[in-house]
Structure formats: C-alpha cells, structure tokens
C-alpha cells in the first residue's frame, strides 16, 4: 500500500531560519500518528507543511493522488473569530464537500447526504439545526470533525485538538478518534502536548525539537531515550 | 406611500433610490463577510482613499468614477496585503493609509478649486450627486457584484469561517480574499457618492451586525441584511425627503434604530428562554 503522505529530508525556515530540519516520515492508510514536542519545537510548522500552506525549504514531501484530488481533512485550532460565528452545524459540515464541487458553485444531492451520514457518525445530526456558537467545546470539535471527514475520510489532520475541552470532552474526543481509526481505518495523524495520552492512543511517535529526537513505533519510543526523559518513564 | 409616489415623481430621485438599493444591497452581502473576518475597518479605509482620489479627479477635472475605481481597488489589494505580511498591525495601517489619503485629498482641493459643493458633497454624500451615467455604471457594477456573490456563496462562506481549513482542501483562499476586496472596493466608490465617505463603510457593518443579533444561521443573516439593508435605505431616503435631512445621515439613523430593535428582540427572546428555563429547575445549568 502507498503511503497517504510521505517526507523525505525536508527543511522548514522562515526568513532564513530554520524552524524543522530534515524530518523523514511516512502516513500509511489506517495508521495514527503522533508528532510531539515542546513549544516552538516546529510541530505546528511540520503540519502547516503536510497540509500544504507552507512551502519545504528543502525535501521533497508527497502526497497521494487520491488525498492530492480531495484535500486534506483538517481540524485546525479554533480562531477567535469562529467563537461567534452565526452558521448552523450543517453549514459547517457541508463546508467540508466544497472541494467535491471543483469549479461547480453548488452543492448537489450527493453531497448533501454525505454531510448528513458524516453528522450521524459524529451523533451530531440532532443538533443539525443549531448554531454553532451555541455549542459546547466538544460538540464543536465534532462538527468539525464531521467536516473534515466529508473532505476525505483516509486521513484526518489534528492541530492540538483537545486544547479548551473540558475532561470528559477530552476522554469523548479521544474515543471518537480511536473509533474512526479503529473501526473505520481512517488514519490519524495529531500534533499534540498530552504525551501521557498519546503513548497509549497512538501507533506511531514522532518527537520533534528542531531535528527528530525519535520516529518510531510508540512501544519502541517508551524504551528510547528520549521518550524515556519525556514520559517521565512512564 | 403617498410620500413615495410623490419621490418617484422626481426623476433625480429615481435615479438616487435606484442606484441606492443596488449598492446597499451589495454592501450588505459583502459586510456579512467582511465583519466576521475581522475586516470592518477595511471599509472605512477605503472609503478615504476613494475620497482622495475623487478630490483629485474633480481637481484635475478627470470623470470621478473612472479614476476612483481602479485607484480604490488598488488600495483594496495593498490593504490585504499588509494583513497577510503581518509585519505591522493591520488597524494601524489602515488608520495610517485613510489619514493620508483624506489629507492629500484635502490638500489637493485647497490648492485648486477651493471646497466646492462637489467636494463637501464626496465627504458627506447628496443625492444630487447621481448623474445618468452614475446610475448606469452602478446598476452594472451592483448586478456584477450581486452575480459573483451568488456564484461564490459556498466559498464565500468556507473561506470566511474557516482560511485554511479551505485551504488545506484546495480551495484558492487568496483568490477569493482578493475577489471580496476588489467587490468591496468598487461597492464603496459607487455608494460614496450618496452616502459620503464618513458614512458608507455604516452601509458595509450595520446590516450584518443587526442580522446578527437574531439569525443563527449563515443563510439566514445574509439574506436578512440584504433586505434590512434595502428597507432601512428606503426609508432613510424618506425621512431625509420628508424632514429635508441629508441623505446618507438619515440612512445611518435608520440603520442604528434597527439594530437597537433587532437588539431589544434578541434580549426579549434570551429573557423568555432564561424565563422557561427557571420554571423547568434547570436555571444551574445556564453557562
């Protein structure tokens, strides 16, 4: 099977700084994969580059022809501008299928059922009708996920997705999460600060501090040094 | 009623009401977009800009329309630009850039025809002002504007809710920031004439906003400002016809009381949810 993503070697600057340097990773179809680090370690710098808003100052990544055709589903960090955003859980979800449409201005049948069966999967559908800025944080995080899923359902971006959530929202988030990639081999790739989750969630680690301190399996990385000082040998 | 029909037996305020609903209409549909973007200050810097560049074409005695429009969308670009570069603050720029536009505009008129009627007329509208030509050129600009906003609706909202969540899926943000400056910019040009240049960015903010009080859905704020923003040009120009109060002014006033009554509706209905709520013992979970 083809990798979803794949980087080899690649550099990230701005304005003659470096801000990651030669990182080799792969996304295969069904896996989850998690980069951690501390801040200003380049996490978010790395994804913007997955994702395609920021050009490689060096490497090559590629990504597959069928994510290349659909776009990337992504659940970025919330803007302070969406907080009071008046659009309605549907409208948000079926923002997800505009690159369905191509140049087509209109959204068709099709597509319409798409963003329903994606709020089903997400239990969201009873609240369709609401508005989004009404909603709790984690039934926020569900309607864009339900988004990003009617982008591609192969593979899901996360940008410390459970920063605001409350705990039980976190541990609900979570669930939602290894279900998809469980049950639904959509594969997972999440930056993210909570360490002590993750060695547990994830298949795969990637700890990042400018360079890579380790890539591996997440059974190799609790053996590995660095994992080891990070976890607090946990 | 019987004032209206007594309005439309003035041809220039025909002309006026025309040309006044079309590019109410526009800025309405556009402000929806640019107030949830964090944009609201755009309106009002351009709105300078296009009343130095007006001040220079009645200077120089070049068709108004023709220079202002391409000078202002210019300035629409130059604005997004600094936003997306980051290196100073956007607001500040903005307030930089529509000092000096209204500065050199001022200066350029001084030192040649003096402030004439047609000068004072840019700064704080008159419906006189509407020539033939004017009317023609807004009504294909606003059914241009009016199109392309139709056409784009869907990404319209994508990219105001969501930049790179669009992005990531291919959508070409930067285009469709570039498309709303360049509509908005044009929108100002023509609705500066009427409203004046103090008073037209209100035409942009206040429809959305007021919408905003009450509707909880994206469709349904954008059509609401669109009619909110033709009814309350209709009857602004009534007032203003009625009470010989300048034309743009009274747009502003009827605007303003919308939003306090759309305000008034909205505290009514959170009152009587709040209301229900006590009565079912659930007041504790009220955020």
Known sequence: ?234 | MELLREMLSYPFLVRALAGGILVSLCASLLGVSLVLKRYSMIGDGLSHVSFGALSFAVAFGWSPLRVSVPVVVVAAFFLLRIRSNGKMKSDAAIAMISAVALAAGIIVTSMTTGMTTDVSSYMFGSILAMSKEDVRLSVILSVLVLGLFLICYNKIFAVTFDENFARATGVNVSWYNVLIAVLTAVTIVLGMRMMGAMLISSLIIFPSLTSMRVFKSFRGVVISSGILSVVCFVIGMMASYRYSTPAGASVVMVNLAAFLIFSAADYVVRMNRADKKVGHGLAGKEE
């Open chain 1, 1 to 234: 099977m083809n990798p979803l993503i794949q980087c080899s070697h690649v550099d990230f600057g701005y304005e003659n700084q470096d801000a990651v340097v030669d990182v080799t990773m792969d996304v295969n179809p069904g896996e989850y994969v998690c980069i951690v680090g501390e801040n200003g370690s380049g996490k978010s710098t790395l994804m913007k580059g997955l994702l395609g808003l920021l050009k490689p100052t060096g490497g090559v990544i590629s990504v597959s022809d069928e994510l290349r055709r659909s776009g990337i589903g992504y659940l970025p960090q919330q803007t302070a501008a969406q907080k009071d955003f008046p659009a309605t859980v549907r409208e948000v979800v079926l923002s997800g299928c505009l690159s369905r449409r191509g140049n087509w201005p209109f959204y068709s049948g099709n597509e319409k059922k798409l963003a329903v069966k994606n709020m089903e999967r997400l239990g969201i559908i009873g609240i369709a009708g609401k508005c989004y800025r009404e909603l709790s944080g984690g039934q926020q995080q569900r309607t864009l996920i339900a988004r990003a899923l009617c982008a591609t359902d192969k593979l899901l971006i996360m940008d410390e997705p459970i920063t605001g959530l409350d705990p039980s929202a976190i541990a609900e988030f979570y669930e939602i999460i290894r279900k998809l990639n469980r049950e639904e081999g959509v594969a997972i790739l999440m930056v993210s600060h909570d360490v002590a989750t993750v060695v547990k969630e994830a298949d795969k680690i990637l700890h990042l501090k400018r360079e890579v301190l380790f890539y591996g399996t997440t059974k190799e990385y609790l053996k590995s040094n660095a994992g080891y000082i990070y976890t607090g040998g946990a």
